[in-house]
């Protein structure tokens, strides 16, 4: 009985494993294949590796994507931790409620909408103010921002959750003005949900190809956008190369961004059984 | 209300030139809740005062408003003549120890307490010192490189009630401060904070939800109910004369009877328990209207127990049976059925190292009570 039972899990999560694992193993395996065409295995080779870091192309977008993903995560991660102070520390303000819901609304909205909406302030905005005179990196990065900051914003907030609001009033009682308190106190317990929510706006700008194809203008291709315009053309074996790459950088991204997050969850349970541990006896 | 305290003069343990804190109508609204009522206080200078009360009867929010981090829905808040009801938290004379500590998980336990010296923008050389100087006095120097979540709770508690003194603040105020360690430490720990208060001289006023805790640590307490001070006094005031049947009962173990006043001429009573069917005299420095109810308490070491009926003049006799004894070590309470029905707790001291035997009652025995006209305090209902 339990042995069938464990036998019908165990099928059910391989089944589910390869139903997300095994196109990525194809697309791996294929990369390092020597034939053009992409589906007939002519042999092991790195060939499409040297083709990829040969392409000038490639190498724009990619600088151009890297780029676009560090200055979104830094300027998201700042906007998002004021948000996520203000929604868990401010106490209650006249539209607060509104404010959580705008905040947390670019989570839900679809990228489709987001990304048409961005475009129309852009225009809008070209045409009356004649700033931004070209779609490009400026409204890519503004766009990824947009929804970027949602993500931090919920990131800070349940780590200020988590943290006792006695630190910073002990803090304040011992002499510490407010933003005098938030330098020495919140910030540092901050750290880790900030690394997390910078490694994931990085990700998620580098991931992005609806939202950027709205807003990105001629010349300006992001390494998705190139990607997606050159799969059009048919498969190609020097994408699946660059394909491979990206989802090891991703891949160490979200590793590194979970290892924070359950790090810092760990370090607080610890905390928590240590005290009880303690009052339990000396 | 009161009876039994008033033909004692007022008992004024400060009479110590003006208070130090002076709390005026202090009235704190959640909503439609109101969690502190109207309190008035007044501590005076180098006093342990300890704020006592049931949980959420509003302490924790009473001394919030005295740090400032709470502010109140009206009234005004003066230390030492100067009104800081309007003054932000870092702006005033006052520091606090958290229920929680709240010791700031990122840093040692030595820069904990130098955080307070470094917003005051108090010279290295000086911070430094004071911090050695007050973590050897709460015996922590050997720990000052470690981490809070390095050390045992006793060790944090001593942390916290250093960071806080360390500013030598004018009044510290300590929300449940023994409150997170066992029974053993705790004890200990009372001895600790109330040698550390003489030796630094600085006001503390102690909020608990522990009588003994409060009895043992304070010059004065206020007993808090409901947002209100019921009373206020000296540990020996409040247990030898309560206000009323709530502080009775509060503090310490008591007997209740209900009864009628037969005859009062303004300092003995006699009171008619029906459920006794018996007269009782009390010694009360008050005039009672005849037939007045009211209650009679006696605490349970006032009544004296014997096996042999005490001599016929003594007042205030109770004939019974023994139902339980709580042996105690130094002493035992012994359970008493009475005639009438109802239990009367009695405590006696085992005065010797006697065996079972020589107990001054054993179960089933029939045992005699009495007690004093002085011992007993009446409550009006
Ligand atoms: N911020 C708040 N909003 C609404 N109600 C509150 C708030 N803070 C306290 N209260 C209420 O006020 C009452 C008094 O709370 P308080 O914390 O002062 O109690 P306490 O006497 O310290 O209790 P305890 O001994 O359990 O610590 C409680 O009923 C509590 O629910
Ligand atoms: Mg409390």
Redesign the interface.
């Known amino acids: 009985m339990r042995g069938k039972r464990s036998l019908f899990l165990l099928s059910a999560l391989s089944f589910g494993f390869a139903f997300l694992y095994v196109p990525m193993a194809v697309l791996i395996f294929y990369s390092f294949n020597y034939s053009k065409l992409v589906p007939v295995w002519g042999g092991f080779s790195t060939r499409w590796y040297r083709v990829l870091f040969e392409s000038e192309e490639m190498w724009a977008a990619l600088t151009l994507s890297l780029k676009i993903a560090t200055v979104n995560a830094t300027v998201a991660t700042l906007l998002g931790a004021l948000a996520g102070l203000t929604l868990s520390r401010a106490g209650h303000f006249k539209g607060r409620t509104l404010f959580a819901g705008m905040v947390s609304a670019p989570l839900v909205m679809p990228e489709v909408i987001t990304g048409l909406s961005l475009l129309l302030l852009f225009i809008t905005l070209s045409n009356l103010i004649g700033w931004p005179s070209e779609r490009g990196m400026t409204t890519i990065t503004i766009a990824h921002i947009t929804f970027s900051l949602a993500y931090v914003a919920v990131i800070v907030q349940s780590r200020l959750a988590g943290v006792s609001q006695d630190l910073e009033e002990a803090a304040q009682d011992l002499g510490g003005k407010p933003f005098r308190v938030l330098i020495d106190i919140t910030l540092p317990l901050l750290m880790p949900a900030l690394a997390a929510g910078w490694l994931l706006a990085f990700t998620l700008s580098l991931d992005d190809l609806v939202i950027a194809s709205f807003v990105s203008g001629p010349g300006s291709n992001t390494l998705p956008i190139l990607i997606y315009s050159r799969i059009r053309l048919g498969l190609r074996p020097d994408i699946n190369a660059l394909a491979t790459m990206i989802i090891l950088v991703v891949s160490i991204g979200v590793f590194v961004a979970g290892w924070l997050l359950l790090r810092q969850q760990r370090l607080r349970d610890q905390e928590a059984q240590l005290a009880t541990a303690d009052s339990n006896g000396k | 209300m009161s009876h039994g305290a008033n033909h004692m003069t007022q008992s004024e343990p400060n009479r110590r030139s003006e208070p130090l804190i002076k709390v005026k109508g202090i009235v704190k609204n959640f909503g439609a809740f109101t969690a502190v009522d109207n309190v008035d206080l007044e501590i005076y200078r180098g006093e342990l005062f300890s704020i006592l009360g049931a949980s959420g009867c509003g302490k924790t929010t009473l001394l919030r408003i005295l740090?400032?981090?709470e502010s109140p829905s009206s009234g005004t808040v003066f230390v030492d003549g100067i009104d800081i009801t309007n003054l932000?938290?870092?702006e005033r004379p006052?520091?606090?120890m958290?229920q929680?500590y709240?010791l700031?998980?990122?840093m040692t336990v030595a820069h904990n307490v130098a955080?307070?010296l470094k917003?005051?923008g108090v010279a290295k050389p000086e911070l430094w010192k004071r911090v050695d100087e007050i973590l050897d006095m709460v015996e922590l120097s050997d720990l000052s490189k470690r981490k809070p979540?390095q050390?045992?709770?006793?060790q944090?508690q001593r942390v916290a009630l250093a960071?806080?003194l360390v500013?030598q603040p004018k009044v510290l105020l300590l929300d449940e401060p023994l409150a997170?360690?066992?029974k053993r430490?705790r004890e200990q720990t009372q001895f600790e904070l109330m040698r550390i208060q003489e030796q630094v001289g600085v006001t503390f006023v102690v909020v608990t939800h522990d009588q003994g805790e409060a009895m043992t640590l304070s010059d004065r307490i206020a007993v808090m109910d409901c947002g209100r001070f019921v009373q206020i006094g000296s540990p020996s005031r409040l247990y030898e004369f309560p206000k009323n049947r709530f502080i009775a009962s509060f503090i310490g173990s008591v007997n209740m009877l209900a009864g009628q006043v037969v005859r009062c001429d303004g300092t003995l009573c006699t009171i008619y328990i029906p459920s006794h069917d018996s007269h009782f005299e009390v010694e009360h420095g008050e005039y009672l209207d005849k037939g007045a109810a009211i209650w009679l308490a006696v605490r349970p070491e006032k009544i004296r127990i014997s096996q042999t009926s005490p001599t016929s003049d003594m007042p205030n006799q109770i004939l019974g049976i023994v139902d339980d004894i709580a042996y105690t070590g130094n002493m035992s309470t012994y359970r008493v059925r009475t005639e009438a029905g109802d239990v009367l707790e009695v405590t006696h001291p085992n005065q010797s190292r006697a065996k079972d035997s020589q107990l001054v009652a054993d179960w089933g025995d029939t045992a005699h009570l009495c007690w004093a006209p002085s011992d007993a305090v009446l409550f009006s209902e």
């Open positions: 740090a400032g981090l932000p938290p870092y006052v520091n606090m958290f929680s709240a700031f998980p990122h955080y307070g917003r005051d979540h050390l045992s709770g006793g944090r960071r806080a500013k997170a360690l066992d430490l």
